[in-house]
């Protein structure tokens, strides 16, 4: 597990420091106020929640003054729902026009947000995630929070949707069950980057790496 992410800008901030994963990718996945915009490009890897030509361009002036290039996705917030950040569908191809223009930004696909739908129906929101897949030649993020949404993408339902859509390339999950990422990639191998986006599966999934790290220096003793 490289793939790390987080929502909130002053809590990463804060616990960065005691995490001790030298390997990682670190990713902002929760909405991000342009006053934030330096500090992200600073502390992360990826920006995965560019929702308006105003943060976009804030961020281009930031990590051309750090000189970097910064991995984005743009979130989408396909049911125009007033609780969650995103562009809204209609206004999508002027963002992407716009991004496409900036020297420091590198998109690199869309991360969805569906509408809610009823409780337990995985096919409904297959249908919703599966549409915008299908309309875009761009790489594309499954974002799983059965919490929030209601409907959980099983690891069984990842691998329908992997086997459909070949610009269906990661997923985030965040289910808050870490045995889940090890369930996806026994099923679809390294055909997807898998993403954690809930703070204690990080932080159990950082207990389990330190567990067999441990037990390979024991089993590498031993046979020494």
Known sequence: MRHIGENRVQEFEEKRPRLTLPDAVWHMVGHLQTNKARRAVELFDWVESVDSGRLAERLE???????????????????????????????????????????????????????????????????HVGAVIAATKLSCMLYNNPVAYGTDFLPEHIQELASEHENLHSVKESSTDVRRVTSIQALVGNRLEIFVGVDDAIVEGEGLYWRYEKQIRRDESAAG
């Open 61 to 127: 002036r930031e990590a051309a003054a750090a000189g970097k290039h910064l991995p984005i996705l743009i979130q989408v917030n396909l049911g125009g729902e007033g609780t969650k950040s995103g562009v809204a569908e209609n206004d999508l191809m002027p963002l992407l026009e716009q991004v496409a223009s900036l020297a420091h930004l590198e998109l690199r696909g869309l991360m969805v947000l569906p509408p809610y739908v009823y409780s337990g129906d995985w096919r409904e929101m297959k249908a």
